[in-house]
């Protein structure tokens, strides 16, 4: 069975500072994995993905992550928080060699982003 | 353009009432999906549709009916609310089968409060 975690409930990082937003994941074998960003009252959006090839992601509004396969970590980054980037991230996985599980998306149960001014 | 859109925004509704949500995609995709998000922001598919077959059914009571008049439409009727189903729902698209590795479009949400 296909799992991802988010250990940290909330991070809270100063604008201009880099800020990190851990996931790892459980899978039997190689995943797709995806960083959606919520914001609030809306649906989420989705904000880069990992597939294959290089290990680093990049995707919207400055984001990226880093796959890495021995740690099972897909952690989302970005060099300087803005005060906008305020909001709930997702992380998501598949694997496509689930047999009927890999129809399933699997979510993280997010981590709020503060960024103070 | 709204890519998926789904109404009502908001519905309160008594406990026992039956009520429907709706949710269109006008971006050509072949699979949609219908997510729980509970008031802890955890979020769980309940179904998926492709090409109007469904693909995913998860446990869900059996007062939740999906229904899939074309690929471009997936509603949600739910009957006999109970205190329960007060939640977030959304509606989600992507492109191909389920199992790819398209990344999913989310509507709005529906936010459903039963008194």
């Known amino acids: 069975a296909q799992s991802v975690a988010q250990p940290e409930d909330q991070v809270k990082v100063a604008e201009g500072n880099p800020l990190t937003v851990k996931c790892t994941y459980s899978?039997?074998?190689?995943?797709?994995l995806f960083w959606y960003v919520q914001y609030p009252n809306r649906g989420l959006q989705f904000l880069l993905k990992?597939?294959?090839?290089?290990?680093l992601v990049k995707g919207s509004y400055g984001f990226e992550a880093e796959f890495n396969k021995s740690q099972t970590s897909f952690h989302l980054k970005k060099p300087s928080a803005l005060v906008s980037d305020s909001a709930l991230y997702f992380c998501?996985?598949?694997?496509?060699?689930?047999?009927?599980?890999?129809?399933?998306?699997?979510f993280g149960k997010g981590t709020k982003l503060s960024v103070i001014p | 353009d709204t890519a998926v859109s789904q109404t009502p925004k908001y519905l309160v509704t008594q406990m026992g009432n039956d009520k429907s949500i709706k949710c269109e995609q006008n971006?050509?995709?072949?699979?949609m999906y219908w997510y729980k998000q509970d008031s802890k922001k955890f979020l769980k598919i309940m179904f998926s549709?492709?090409?109007?077959?469904?693909?995913i059914n998860e446990t869900v009571p059996n007062r939740f009916s999906p229904k899939s008049p074309d690929k471009a439409h997936l509603n949600l009727h739910i009957n006999s609310l109970e205190l329960g189903d007060s939640a977030v729902y959304f509606c989600?698209?992507?492109?191909?089968?389920?199992?790819?590795?398209?990344?999913?479009?989310f509507g709005p949400g529906t936010r459903l409060t039963v008194l």
């Open positions: 989600a698209s992507s492109q191909g089968l389920p199992q790819s590795y398209n990344e999913q479009f």
């Open positions: 899978v039997s074998g190689n995943p797709y």
């Open positions: 990992y597939i294959t090839g290089d290990n």
């Open positions: 998501a996985v598949r694997d496509p060699h689930s047999g009927a599980g890999s129809y399933q998306l699997t």
């Open positions: 971006l050509g995709h072949d699979t």
């Open positions: 549709y492709n090409n109007k077959e469904l693909i």
